[in-house]
C-alpha cells in the first residue's frame, strides 16, 4: 500500500510548494461570465461572455441575456473528473443553485430553486413524463464540449423545465485535420484496497476535412466497490441503485456536413449501458427484521456477500438525432431537428412485508420510447437604426412509456435472509402510456437604447396522454395467489391538457462590463401519469380532471459583472409560486398532485476574482427556501428532496508556468429542522432533519512528456458524513437508504492529445 501512497503525497506536496504562480481564471462562467486564465493573460482589457443557446433557442453572448445562464467548458470539467467525480458530482459542486449529487446513479433530489431540472443532450430533452432520473449517468465527461446551464423556470423547449435547464453538449469537430486524445485513468480509495479500484479508458477522434467534420469518441470504465470514510463498504442503494461494481461503456458521435456557406447538416449518435454485477446485498437484519419493520432493529447500512440475483442494476440507452441549418430561408435561419431515444433502466430489487410470512419482493424495469421533432426560425430586423429579434417554431414529441416488475420467489427470499432472487412471475407496474406533445412558440427581443434591450415571449403547448387500460399488479398477484378471485381492470382514458406560457424580462447595460436584468418566465410540468397510476385502485377514473399539470411563475431579478481586472460575479433573487403540490409518501411510495399553494424563494450569487495575474480565488452561494399550504391554511416547509439546504463553495487556482495548475476548492450545506419541525407541529409526515457538512477536493494538471497528467483528491478531509439526498430520503425510502458518503478518493490520469 504504501508504494502507492508516498508517489501521491510527494507530488501533492510538490505542487503545492511551488512559488512561480501564473494566472488562471475559474473556467465556470456564469452570468457574469467567467473566461480561461490563458485568455485573460491574452486579453488584459476585454473579456468577452461566452456565446450559448440554451437559453434563446439561438446563439447569444450571457452578457446579453435577461437571466441566470451559466457555462461550463471543456477544461473544467477534465479537471474536476480527475478525482473519480461523475457529471452529477461535478454540476452538484459548480451551479449555485442545484442540489449537491446524491453520490448513487440517479439525480432524483437535484432541483434547481426548488423545482425540476429539464436535461438535455446537444439540445434534445431526455427528460421525459416517465421519469427514471438518471439522466447524468448517460453519458461520461470524456465526450463533453459543455454544459449550458439556465436557472429558473422556462418553457422555450417545452414542459419540464419548471427549475431550469441543463443542456450537456457532446465534442464536435476540431480546427486541425485531425486529432486525437486518449487517456487512462485509475480512482482508488483511502485504502488502496484492489476491490475499491476503478479504471477508465477513452479515445476520441476529432476531424476537420472542410466541408466535412466530425467528433466520434469511446469510454469504457469498470468500478469497483465505493468506501466510506472509515474505509468500509458502503451497502446498495436498494432505492435509486449505486455505482458500485459496475461496467460503463459509452459511444458518442457526429458528423456534420457543411453544405455551402449558410447550410449544414448534422448526424448524432450515442450508445449507453450502465450495468451491475455484484456480488453484495444490503442487510436486512436477522430474520430480515428490516424488511419486517421490527421497531426494536436499527438498521446497519452494511454490504452481505453472497447475493444471487441474475437481473441486476442497469441503463441501456440509444440516442440519434440529425440536425439542419439554413441561413438564408426567405431572409430567416431556419433551424430543424428530428430525434429517437430509447432508454431501458432496471433498478435493485425491493421487498415488502405482507404478513402472514408472505414478502412482496420485486424489481422494476421500464422501457421508454421518445421521437420528436422541431423547426425553429430566427430573423432580425432594423427598426429605425435598432435590433429586433424574433424567434418561432414548432415543436412535437411522442413518448411511448412501459414498465414492469420481476417477481422473486417470497421463500428462497426469507431463506436466504434476502439475498436469493429466484425469479417466478412477471406483472405490469402500471399502465402503459403515450403522450403526444404539440407546441408553438414566438420569441422577440429589441434593443430599446444602446444598453436597455427588452425580451417577450410567449408558447403554446398541447399535451395529451392515452393510457391503456391495465390490470393493477396487486390485483394481478392476488388473483395468482388467491384461487377464484378476479383481478379487477383498471379502465384506460385520455388525459388532455394545454398550456399558454409567457415570459418577459430586461437588460441594462450599467457600463460595458455590468449589467442588471429582471425577468418573469413560466414553466409547466405535468407529472409521471404512469407512477401516479400505479398504485390507484381498479375504479380510479382515469381523465383530465384527475391529473393536472403544475404550472410555475418564476421571477428574478439579478445583477452581474465581469471586468477587466479579473472581477466575475453575479447575484440573483428569486421567487416562484405556483397553485399545484406534488406528495411522495410512504409506506407504498405514492405521488399525488394536491390543490396547494406552493412558493420557493432565494438568493444565489457567483464570485470569481483575478487576486495576481498568477492567482485566482471565488466561490458560489445559494440559499434557497420552499413553503407549501397546509390544510390548516398555513405556510409548511418543504423537505430536502425537494428543496436544498444552503450550499456554498469556495476555490483557489493557480497556474505554475503554464505547465502545472493546482485547484482546491471546498464544498459546504448548511443543517436545517426547518421542515421537521413544522411537520411535528402540524402533525403529518415528518421529514428528516439535515444535518451540514463541508468537504474538500485538491486537483492538478501537470505537463509529462507529450502528455497530461491529472491527480485529484476527493473529500481530502475524509469527512464522515451523509449527503443531502441520503439524509432526506430516510424518511421515503427508510433508513436502508441513509448511508454514508464516499470517503477519501483518489485520481490519477493521464491524457496524451495528438
Known amino acids: 500500500m504504501n508504494r502507492f501512497m508516498l508517489p501521491m503525497q510527494l507530488t501533492c506536496l510538490t505542487l503545492a510548494v511551488c512559488t512561480q504562480l501564473y494566472a488562471q481564471d475559474n473556467v465556470v462562467t456564469n452570468s457574469a461570465s467567467q473566461t480561461s486564465g490563458v485568455e485573460a493573460q491574452q486579453k488584459e482589457t476585454t473579456q468577452l461572455a461566452p456565446i450559448v443557446v440554451t437559453a434563446t433557442r439561438s446563439a447569444k453572448s450571457i452578457a446579453d441575456i435577461a437571466g441566470t445562464v451559466y457555462s461550463i467548458d471543456q477544461a473544467e470539467i477534465e479537471k474536476q473528473a480527475n478525482a473519480g467525480k461523475s457529471i452529477a458530482d461535478i454540476l452538484g459542486t459548480l451551479v449555485p443553485s442545484l442540489t449537491p449529487s446524491s453520490g448513487t446513479t440517479s439525480n432524483y433530489g437535484m432541483t434547481m430553486r426548488g423545482r425540476v431540472v429539464q436535461y438535455m443532450i446537444d439540445g434534445v430533452p431526455q427528460t421525459g413524463y416517465r421519469d427514471g432520473s438518471r439522466q447524468l449517468n448517460s453519458i461520461q465527461p470524456s465526450m463533453i464540449e459543455r454544459i449550458e446551464v439556465v436557472s429558473g423556470a422556462t418553457s422555450i423547449y417545452g414542459s419540464g423545465a419548471t427549475g431550469g435547464i441543463i443542456n ?62 472509515h474505509g468500509n463498504r458502503i451497502g446498495p442503494e436498494v432505492a435509486q441503485t449505486d455505482r458500485q461494481d459496475t461496467d460503463t461503456l459509452d459511444l458518442n458521435g457526429r458528423l456534420t456536413w457543411n453544405i455551402s456557406d449558410e447550410q449544414s447538416l448534422s448526424f448524432g449518435a450515442q450508445y449507453f449501458n450502465d450495468e451491475q454485477d455484484s456480488e453484495y446485498g444490503p442487510d436486512y437484519g436477522p430474520n430480515l427484521a428490516y424488511v419486517k419493520r421490527d421497531p426494536t432493529y436499527t438498521a446497519s447500512l452494511a454490504a452481505v456477500k453472497g447475493m444471487q440475483l441474475e437481473t441486476q442494476p442497469q441503463t441501456e440507452r440509444y440516442a440519434f438525432n440529425t440536425q439542419y441549418e439554413n441561413q438564408n430561408v426567405l431572409g430567416h435561419t431556419l433551424n430543424a431537428e428530428a430525434y429517437y431515444r430509447n432508454e431501458q433502466a432496471r433498478w435493485f430489487p425491493s421487498a415488502q412485508a405482507m404478513g402472514g410470512g408472505l414478502y412482496l419482493v420485486y424489481q422494476s424495469e421500464t422501457d421508454i420510447d421518445v421521437y420528436g421533432a422541431r423547426v425553429a426560425l430566427q430573423k432580425k430586423f432594423d427598426l429605425n437604426g435598432r435590433n429586433l429579434g424574433l424567434s418561432y417554431g414548432i415543436d412535437y414529441e411522442n413518448e411511448q412509456d412501459e414498465q414492469n416488475i420481476q417477481m422473486y420467489d417470497s421463500a428462497a427470499f426469507v431463506a436466504s435472509n434476502g439475498l436469493n432472487y429466484k425469479p417466478f412471475n412477471y406483472y405490469a407496474f402500471g399502465p402503459d402510456v403515450e403522450t403526444e406533445k404539440l407546441g408553438t412558440f414566438v420569441q422577440t427581443d429589441f434593443d430599446v437604447t444602446d444598453r436597455l434591450g427588452l425580451k417577450a415571449g410567449v408558447r403554446y403547448e398541447r399535451v395529451e396522454s392515452q393510457v391503456d387500460e391495465s390490470t ?35 437588460l441594462y447595460h450599467l457600463t460595458d462590463a455590468q449589467q442588471i436584468f429582471a425577468n418573469f418566465s413560466q414553466g409547466s410540468n405535468l407529472p409521471d401519469i404512469q407512477r401516479m397510476l400505479r398504485d390507484v385502485p381498479a375504479s380510479f377514473t382515469v381523465n383530465s380532471q384527475t391529473i393536472d399539470p403544475i404550472k410555475v411563475n418564476n421571477y428574478e431579478l439579478g445583477w452581474r459583472v465581469q471586468a477587466a481586472n479579473g472581477l466575475n ?53 445559494a440559499y434557497t427556501r420552499g413553503q407549501f399550504k397546509n390544510t390548516a391554511g398555513k405556510w409548511q416547509e418543504l423537505d430536502a428532496i425537494r428543496v436544498a439546504p444552503l450550499k456554498g463553495t469556495a476555490f483557489s487556482e493557480w497556474q505554475f508556468n503554464n505547465d502545472m495548475s493546482l485547484r482546491v476548492q471546498a464544498l459546504a450545506i448548511g443543517g436545517t429542522d426547518k421542515a421537521k419541525k413544522d411537520a411535528e407541529k402540524y402533525g403529518s409526515t415528518v421529514p428528516a432533519e439535515i444535518k451540514g457538512f463541508a468537504t474538500m477536493d485538491v486537483i492538478a494538471n501537470a505537463k509529462a512528456g507529450p502528455g497530461t497528467v491529472g491527480f485529484g483528491v476527493y473529500n481530502v478531509w475524509n469527512a464522515d458524513y451523509k449527503s443531502v439526498y441520503s439524509q432526506a430520503v430516510e424518511s421515503v425510502y427508510g433508513a436502508i437508504s441513509s448511508l454514508p458518503a464516499q470517503g477519501r478518493t483518489y485520481g490519477l490520469s493521464y491524457t496524451l492529445k495528438y
Not at 384461487?483 to 406560457?501: R, W
Open 569 to 621: 460575479a453575479s447575484v440573483t433573487t428569486f421567487y416562484n409560486d405556483s397553485d399545484k403540490s406534488l406528495k411522495f409518501g410512504r409506506p407504498n411510495y405514492t405521488i399525488e398532485v394536491l390543490d396547494t399553494d406552493e412558493r420557493v424563494y432565494g438568493v444565489e450569487g457567483n464570485l470569481s476574482y483575478r487576486l495576481q495575474p498568477n492567482w485566482t480565488v471565488g466561490g458560489t452561494m
Open 168 to 229: 450537456i453538449i457532446t465534442k464536435r469537430g476540431g480546427q486541425d485535420p485531425i486529432s486525437f486524445e486518449t487517456k487512462v485513468g485509475v480512482t482508488a480509495g483511502n485504502n488502496f484496497k484492489s476491490d475499491a479500484m476503478a479504471y477508465e479508458a477513452s479515445q476520441s477522434v476529432l476531424f476537420n476535412q472542410g466541408a466535412l467534420q466530425g467528433a466520434f469518441g469511446a469510454s469504457y470504465t469498470t468500478r469497483g466497490e465505493i468506501q466510506d470514510s
Open 472 to 506: 393493477p399488479y396487486m390485483e394481478a398477484i392476488t388473483a395468482d395467489l388467491q384461487p377464484g378471485y378476479q383481478a379487477k381492470t383498471l379502465n384506460g382514458g385520455k388525459v388532455k391538457h394545454d398550456a399558454t406560457l409567457f415570459n418577459l424580462g430586461a
